[in-house]
């Protein structure tokens, strides 16, 4: 037998091998799905597929689509033309290149940010990670790496995850973007933005990110993607684009599964 031979060989017994793992895959999904059947992410109502929501839920979503501001992704009313600019852009432009989110801040998503944020459902990232790299399609078809909005070390040590590392790895895998989980670093542990006004909310955050210099080669010339799980006044964004840059990022965009309405409550 050829060396040819044995390669051959070799793909046909790994590929039998995968066709077996995928069948067993399939056979313990089924399984579960008998033993827990899927309900809704929000309401936990019974639906048929897992990770989703019920069409009530659905519908008590608010997706942002175009027409939206081109940095701020904040929704339009109607059609002003392309690239057209929000007056919160106009009044005061973003640190970042570009923001985007899935849905308006409201209601179900709140639900989902909180049960993923607070309550441990690290199921939830699964849906809000789908929802998110849908939404940022036209950050990520360009952008070179993907990068998390770190926690401090003491808080990942209280809270055991990052849910913005949980959504960013999702965003990685449907669209191909490497992430580093690491690049970027809080190197102060600051206060609960809750209840803080939009001032306040920037001096809390004012020089608390730095990317490691381990990971700047990965940053410096790189067009990078944040991920969030939300964008409120964009004033922790803004504080984590100025380190990228410092570090030698050519562009900064901003993809969150949620966004606060201008002029909506802040309750994150």
Not at 107 to 135: F, N
Not at 193 to 204: A, H
Request: proline content about 6%; charged content about 25%.
């Amino acid at each position: 037998m050829g060396d040819d031979d044995e390669v051959d060989g070799g793909d046909a017994v790994a590929g039998l091998f995968a066709r077996a793992r995928d069948v067993t895959r399939t056979a313990g999904r089924r399984l579960l799905d008998l033993v827990l059947p899927p309900v809704c992410m929000s309401c936990r109502t019974p639906v048929a597929t897992p990770h989703g929501l019920c069409p009530t839920c659905w519908s008590r979503l608010r997706p942002i689509e175009r027409p939206c501001c081109e940095r701020l992704g904040i929704p339009f009313g109607y059609d002003i033309g392309e690239g057209a600019l929000s007056a919160e852009a106009i009044a005061a432009p973003p640190v970042f290149d570009r923001a985007r989110a899935a849905v308006l801040y409201e209601e179900v998503a709140r639900d989902i940010v909180h049960g993923l944020k607070y309550h441990d459902r690290t199921e939830l990232a699964r849906l809000v990670g789908r929802m998110t790299a849908r939404a940022g399609r036209e950050l990520t078809v360009d952008a070179d790496v993907i990068v998390p909005l770190p926690l401090h070390r003491l808080r990942l040590w209280t809270r055991r995850f990052n849910q913005a590392a949980l959504i960013a790895r999702e965003v990685g895998r449907l669209s191909g973007v490497p992430v580093d989980l690491a690049a970027l670093s809080r190197i102060r542990a600051t206060r609960p933005q809750v209840g803080l006004g939009e001032r306040e909310r920037e001096e809390n955050v004012r020089g608390a990110f730095r990317v490691d210099p381990h990971h700047r080669a990965g940053v410096a010339g790189r067009r990078v993607v944040l991920v969030a799980a939300v964008l409120t006044t964009g004033a922790t964004a803004s504080a984590a684009t100025r380190a990228l840059r410092r570090a030698g990022a050519t562009r900064v965009d901003v993809l969150t599964f949620a966004r606060v309405a201008p002029g909506g409550p802040i309750t994150i």
